[in-house]
């Protein structure tokens, strides 16, 4: 096995373990529910933190450079270290308040997680580079869903849980630190400059590309964040509910090599845009098959699960291609910090619709980010200049 593949393999498997307090939350909320007697709102603010807390720690990283002042390796352990201490006070602390800051610690704690971990990878990558981003965001989606295996696995209480998480989390961390080795083509981290944010906004090429991830975005961490509590009411089960969940978010790991390996084959935009078809078509059906029969409901999940972050690493490498290369750095934080506050909106949004009109159309609220998003990759297509098949 080559060098690049080997490491490939370590920071895949590290960050599916180091990403796994994302939805640690998530996969327990109805316990928590239960305990601390949340409302819906409230209960959505447990992950709203988190995404907020990532847009702080990547902004806070660009600015200073964190990536060039340590190794990603070891930004990624000091990442990891810090996400499983907070997953683990939540059990300590027992309270919605205190939760609230650890989710919040968490989220900027991850941004030490996993932008590092494309770095790293990146460095050992030039020529099939898709593919590679696609395997890392693979890995991003079945560490997001692992929670929700573990709870279906053992059925257990809230805090087993969630001191499990953190011990893997750690484990992840130290894994991309003791195995993980810096590649040929290690560069300098791009960061971010804010007197360039006027030419940036000037490029409709940037334009267009961060609004197919807006609207990407629209959809994917609203999904993730409720899809347990949706299988929650369509099955009795509660084991099979969980295990439906990680299904679904984990089929998106084959979703994102897929397209990863159809992006170098026919283009970014055409490879985001197919996602984009099937999961905002997925998005319009899924909710109102809650009552269906359970392999149906299943397997409209599936198909959602598998499409809804298949584009996710296109968006990215398309802004590398169509925006200067001196004004990269900026570029991708803007994208990034706008698209993960638009997150926000739709996490709170969904049990809101839902209460009052049910999961359909709770969903097909998600489903305006790709039809958004779609129009933005055909106008990408058809630019004279639009990024081509490596």
Known sequence: MSDRRRQLIVLAVALVLAMSPWFSTAAVLGQLRERWDLSSAAASWLTIAVQIGFVIGAVLSSVIGLADRLAPRRLIFYGSALAALANASIVVTDAFGPALIARLVTGAALAGVYPPALKAMSSWFVTGRGLALGIMIGALTVGSALPHLLNALGEWSWKPLMLVVAGLTLLGGAM????????????????????????????????????????????????????????GDAFESPRRASLAAFAVIGIGAAGSIHAGRRSDLVGRPQ??????????AAACITGFLVNAPAIVVLAAGLVWGFWVVADSAQFSAIVTE???????????????????????????????????????????????????GLVAMESLRRRPDAPTTP
Do not use: C, N
Request: hydrophobic share 55%.
């Open 271 to 280: 490879a985001a845009a197919q996602a984009l078809r099937w999961s905002g």
């Open 322 to 372: 169509v925006v200067d290369p001196r004004y990269v750095g900026t570029a991708l934080t803007m994208q990034l910090a706008a698209g993960f506050t638009l997150t926000v909106f739709t996490i709170f949004l969904v049990p809101v619709v839902r209460d009052a009109a049910g999961w359909g159309w709770a969903f097909v609220l998600l489903t305006a980010g790709p039809i958004v």
């Open 176 to 231: 991309a630190d003791g195995f993980g080795k810096d590649g040929p083509h290690s560069a300098k981290a791009a960061t971010f400059d804010r007197s360039q944010v006027g030419v940036i906004l000037r490029d409709r090429g940037f334009r267009l590309a961060s609004l197919g991830y807006f609207g990407h975005m629209w959809e994917l961490y609203a999904m993730w964040a409720w899809i347990a509590a949706f299988y």
